[in-house]
């Protein structure tokens, strides 16, 4: 079975540092993985997934297959990015998704 | 515009009461799900389907329980809420297949069982 690690439950940095946010997953074969945010009374959303390779927000993530890791990171923090942070994992196909257990960031004046 | 809304969006009940929380989707998404959130545990599967007439069961199913009679809705029914259920409900939908895995949420309903 599928499982995805988010070891911390909350990360605090300062506007300017530079964010990551850490994912490990566990999974025999080639999965999905994505990563979700939800700010602060708002719905959760897909913020990007490894497949598309892309930049939101500022945010990069890379699939490192032999650390089975997907850390979510940001050269320089903003307010705005303060939300919780959702690794998910998909096996592919129809399958359901597992999602981390979140990390909440917050970003310091 | 697609989009999945859930209602209502706030609800108190008493326990041992049967309350039942809609979720509507106009994707046409196969795929729907259940989940629940609360602090320090994240987002947990109640239930999903992955078609009309298809439900399976989810990590925390107990409790709960749904049914699917059309491609738009997934009601989830708690038969008698207890107060180990508040907590705020998300439902979820997507289409499916490789590369097709990405959820859209609904807005959440937030529940209180007193």
């Known amino acids: 079975a599928q499982r995805v690690t988010q070891p911390e439950k909350l990360l605090s940095v300062f506007k300017g540092a530079p964010v990551e946010l850490k994912c490990n997953y566990s999974?025999?074969?080639?999965?999905?993985l994505f990563w979700y945010v939800q700010y602060s009374r708002q719905r959760l959303q897909l913020l990007l997934r490894h497949i598309s390779r892309e930049s939101i927000k500022g945010f990069t993530a890379d699939l490192n297959k032999g650390e089975t890791s997907f850390h979510l990171k940001k050269p320089f923090a903003q307010e705005e990015d303060s939300a919780m942070y959702y690794c998910?994992?998909?096996?592919?196909?129809?399958?359901?998704?597992?999602f981390g257990i979140g990390t909440k960031l917050q970003v310091i004046p | 515009d697609a989009e999945i809304t859930q209602s209502p969006r706030h609800k108190i009940t008493e326990t041992g009461r049967q309350v039942t929380l809609a979720c509507h989707q106009t994707w046409n998404h196969n795929n729907m799900f259940w989940y629940r959130q609360d602090l320090g545990h994240g987002l947990r599967l109640i239930h999903y389907s992955y078609g009309v007439q298809d439900t399976n069961k989810g990590e925390v199913s107990d409790g709960y329980s749904v049914s699917r009679s059309n491609t738009e809705d997934l009601p989830l029914t708690l038969e008698s809420a207890a107060s180990s259920q508040t907590s705020v409900y998300f439902c979820?939908?997507?289409?499916?297949?490789?590369?097709?895995?990405?959820?859209?949420f609904g807005p959440g309903t937030r529940l209180t069982v007193l």
């Open positions: 999974y025999s074969g080639s999965p999905e």
């Open positions: 979820a939908s997507s289409e499916g297949g490789v590369g097709k895995n990405e959820q859209f």
């Open positions: 998910a994992l998909s096996p592919g196909g129809y399958q359901k998704v597992t």
